[in-house]
């Protein structure tokens, strides 16, 4: 189901900033990922977009990342601006655009912890929400991995944590690809995102970035609230990612504001 796919067709050269389009660094960015049975992603984006799935034993999954980072630096991309700190947390599914065949994220909301949330909350609609999010990370700059990554998150809309580790014998397996590059391409490389506003209108935004250096990271435990309340992943299933990758620093581009689809 999943074809072969190289991440030199996927790159592509920086558009350039302008207006309200934000540069930020995201540190400890962490892409906890689960497989769960297609049928689970039932009614939750609109007919536009179908699953972008893959086959696990026989059976057709669907893929769900939880992906947790501090933003810092975050900053205008064109003006002098003050650059602002933050936690934050995106819960976002894998889907295909079936207008445009892009390969894509649908973001069922963000939790952000920082006053600037009022921005995108309230005057663009989008599906984010205020959480507490703090991290407690130790990366040794030696090994090039961490020796401790915990996050927690207290929020209303999605409570979360989740502790990882990492050793020199962790490896990067990708079952239901026909190889690791193709799968990094649809897990790391998915520049354009689809939400539903708070409005119920349909939304979009594009970002840009490099090649993700992601390494593999092994799960020690994880409780994702928003995840159990939307019948998509259970507390036993969450102990059991399909992928765990870590990077502790890249930098995207965010092109703002963002798009109302139909309008």
């Given at each position: 189901?999943?074809?072969?796919?190289?991440?030199?067709?996927?790159?592509?050269?920086r558009?350039?900033?302008?207006?309200?389009?934000?540069?930020?660094?995201?540190?400890?960015?962490?892409?906890?990922?689960?497989?769960?049975?297609?049928?689970?992603f039932?009614?939750?984006f609109?007919d536009?977009?179908e699953?972008?799935?893959?086959?696990?034993?026989?059976?057709?999954?669907?893929?769900i990342?939880?992906?947790?980072?501090?933003?810092v630096?975050?900053?205008?991309?064109?003006?002098?601006?003050?650059n602002?700190?933050?936690?934050?947390?995106?819960?976002?599914?894998?889907?295909i655009?079936?207008?445009t065949?892009?390969?894509?994220?649908?973001?069922l909301g963000?939790?952000?912890?920082?006053?600037?949330?009022?921005?995108?909350?309230?005057?663009?609609?989008?599906?984010?929400?205020?959480?507490k999010?703090?991290?407690?990370?130790?990366?040794n700059?030696?090994?090039?991995?961490?020796?401790?990554?915990?996050?927690?998150?207290?929020?209303?809309?999605?409570?979360a944590?989740v502790?990882?580790?990492?050793?020199?014998?962790?490896?990067?397996?990708?079952?239901?690809?026909?190889?690791?590059?193709?799968?990094?391409?649809?897990?790391?490389?998915?520049?354009?995102?689809?939400?539903?506003?708070?409005?119920?209108?349909l939304?979009t935004?594009?970002?840009?970035?490099?090649?993700?250096?992601?390494?593999?990271?092994?799960?020690?435990?994880?409780?994702?609230?928003?995840?159990?309340?939307?019948?998509?992943?259970?507390?036993?299933?969450?102990?059991?990612?399909?992928?765990?990758?870590?990077?502790p620093?890249n930098?995207?581009?965010?092109?703002?504001?963002?798009?109302?689809?139909?309008?």
């Open positions: 189901m999943q074809e072969s796919r190289k991440l030199k067709d996927y790159l592509i050269e558009p350039s900033p302008k207006g309200l389009d934000v540069l930020c660094g995201l540190k400890n960015f962490a892409i906890i990922t689960y497989a769960v049975p297609a049928s689970r039932k009614g939750v609109p536009r977009f699953l972008d799935k893959i086959v696990l034993g026989g059976q057709t999954m669907g893929l990342s939880v992906v947790p980072f501090i933003d630096d975050f900053t205008s991309a064109v003006f002098p601006f003050p602002f700190t933050m936690g934050q947390t995106n819960y976002r599914i894998y889907i655009d079936k207008e065949k892009e390969r894509c994220v649908w973001f963000t939790t952000l912890d920082s006053w600037t949330l009022a921005v995108p909350r309230f005057l663009w609609n989008l599906p984010w929400y205020a959480g999010v703090c991290f407690d990370c130790r990366f700059e030696s090994s090039g991995l961490y020796e401790k990554y915990k996050m927690e998150t207290k929020s209303n809309w999605a409570e944590s502790e990882l580790e990492q050793s020199p014998e962790d490896t990067l397996s990708f079952p239901g690809f026909p190889d690791t590059e193709s799968a990094l391409v649809y897990l790391t490389h998915p520049l354009a995102g689809f939400y539903y506003r708070r409005d119920r209108k939304g935004y594009r970002v840009w970035h490099k090649a993700l250096e992601v390494k593999p990271a092994t799960l020690k435990t994880a409780s994702f609230k928003l995840l159990v309340e939307l019948d998509i992943v259970n507390e036993s299933e969450q102990q059991n990612p399909y992928s765990v990758l870590i990077e620093l930098e995207f581009t965010i092109y703002l504001p963002p798009t109302i689809i139909g309008e």
